[in-house]
């Protein structure tokens, strides 16, 4: 039976940093792309509708216009990774061992990719109302 190393267990866990360190990339770039869509979000669906849009009928109508309806896939594309990133943030926190560290990033992961294709099919779904 192989031994491990205390070398190879730093090199594991810089190799662990190395990979948080490019999600929190993720989640910064998201963070940032959050900002442009939400506003846009916030003036097509409060600013440019007189009175909002107030009833299921109205919303339809609205997210039938393809350039609305870009916006809004866009808007669940990027929050989704950047709401579960920072979920994983928290959970991580909490000091979980390795093994747990790297089960919740794959079902971070796993969550991230239905939850998206979810969206994605319902938004369609909803379009062809």
């Known amino acids: ?35 442009l869509l939400l ?8 600013f440019v509708v007189e009175g909002g849009l107030r009833t299921y009928a109205d919303v339809l109508d609205y997210i039938s216009n393809p350039i609305i309806f870009v916006l809004e896939v866009l808007f ?4 989704t990774p950047h709401a579960m990133l920072g979920l994983q943030s928290i959970i991580m926190d909490l000091g979980p061992s390795a093994k747990a ?10 969550l ?18």
Request: cysteine-free.
């Open 76 to 79: 669940l594309i990027v929050v």
């Open 39 to 46: 506003g846009l979000h916030m003036i097509a669906h409060h």
């Open 101 to 110: 560290e790297r089960n919740i990033r794959w079902i971070v992961r796993i």
């Open 1 to 35: 039976m192989a031994t491990i190393t205390t070398e190879q267990k730093a090199v594991k866990a810089t190799a662990r940093k190395d990979s948080a360190g490019a999600w929190w990339i993720v989640q910064a770039i998201t963070g940032l792309l959050l900002i």
């Open 112 to 129: 991230t990719v239905l939850i998206i294709i979810y969206g994605v099919w319902l938004a369609i779904a909803l379009q062809q109302l």
